[in-house]
């Protein structure tokens, strides 16, 4: 079987050089495309391959049409919004996710933004401490609970929403449960949102929930963009000058938020939660595991579009 590695923010060559070993290990071909500039570049390396591992890449229709005999597509990562799960399924194609594999290095650095705007963007203008600051995490997932007990560890209250937990569940993963976005919003100095871009989740956080945050609050996202209305992020910025908004996932109108709103607002340039070494190699190497076993086995655990 040729299984290719597409992607274009690449992951450590110390990672490829692990899924490779993997790869021809259990006798199957290798090849890489990295970096590639369009996506008619990927197209036209799908042509013959029987396996994908993509990060954010898009995988299209127009992709699955061009890739013949593929069968299987491993996310190396968490979500999966990019990967079009409908023609997947219509190619006969397993879609699988990563789950848990570079959630620490997300976590790590939805902790970091929290502080990197606490202490006003590591300028000298006089700051704030996290300790003692109430933290609302939306979605209490794998990325969700490490940052809940990262925020514990670092004196801070925690409070967490999930619509597929009990209360218990919460309990039980180090934070108190709230019973809805508003109680949510409305105490928590930190919010860290950890919801994948769902149709329904898609511009759920806009005008209404951020002005209920308290004074002096700030959002932070190393989700997905989708998930914010910008127009409402803009507005509320607007109407309440305490209010903050980082991120990890460059929102549209990003360059008219800086303008307006200076070093209340953040954005990496280029998303990076995922990307440390380790999380390349948990993240990578699991993908090719994955792809292995399912080629030796038929395993399909991770599977996304059953
Ligand atoms: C994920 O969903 O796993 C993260 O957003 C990481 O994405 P990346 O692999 O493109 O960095």
Do not use: W
């Not at 692990?18 to 990927?42: C, N």
């Not at 979500?79 to 699988?96: I, K, P, S, W």
């Not at 600051?133 to 940052?147: C, E, S, T, W």
């Amino acid at each position: 079987m040729k299984v290719l590695i597409a992607t274009q923010k690449p992951f450590s060559a110390a990672a490829v050089a692990g899924i490779k070993e993997i790869v021809t290990g259990a006798g199957h071909e290798f090849a890489a495309l990295e970096k590639y500039a369009d996506a008619s570049e990927l197209i036209a390396a799908v042509a013959d391959v029987d396996a994908l591992i993509i990060r954010s890449d898009k995988v299209t229709a127009e992709v699955l049409d061009a890739a013949k005999n593929l069968k299987i597509v491993v996310r190396a990562g968490a979500g999966f919004d990019n990967v079009d799960l409908a023609a997947a399924t219509a190619h006969n194609v397993v879609v699988m996710n990563t789950p848990g594999q570079n959630s620490n290095a997300v976590a790590e650095l939805a902790v970091a933004m929290m502080i990197f705007m606490a202490r006003t963007q590591f300028t000298p203008a006089t700051g704030s401490e996290v300790q003692g600051k109430r933290l609302g995490i939306q979605a209490f997932g794998n990325v969700g609970r490490l940052v809940g007990a990262k925020a514990k560890a670092l004196g801070m209250e925690v409070y967490a929403l999930d619509p597929f937990l009990k209360p218990e569940q919460i309990e039980a993963g180090g934070a108190k449960p709230v019973s809805d976005l508003n109680e949510l919003y409305s105490g928590s100095d930190f919010v860290s949102i950890h919801i994948p871009a769902l149709p329904s989740t898609i511009k759920s956080i806009g005008y209404d929930l951020i002005t209920r945050m308290p004074k002096g609050a700030c959002l932070v996202n190393t989700a997905r963009k989708e998930v914010i209305d910008e127009e409402g992020l803009e507005k509320a910025l607007e109407e309440r000058p305490d209010l903050k908004y980082v991120t990890d996932v460059m929102p549209d109108n990003y360059e008219t938020l800086r303008e307006k709103f200076g070093l209340r607002v953040f954005a990496t340039p280029k998303k990076m939660g995922a990307q440390t070494a380790e999380a390349n190699m948990n993240a990578g190497l699991a993908a090719a595991r994955q792809i292995c076993d399912f080629f030796a086995t038929g395993n399909t655990r991770f599977q996304v579009n059953k």
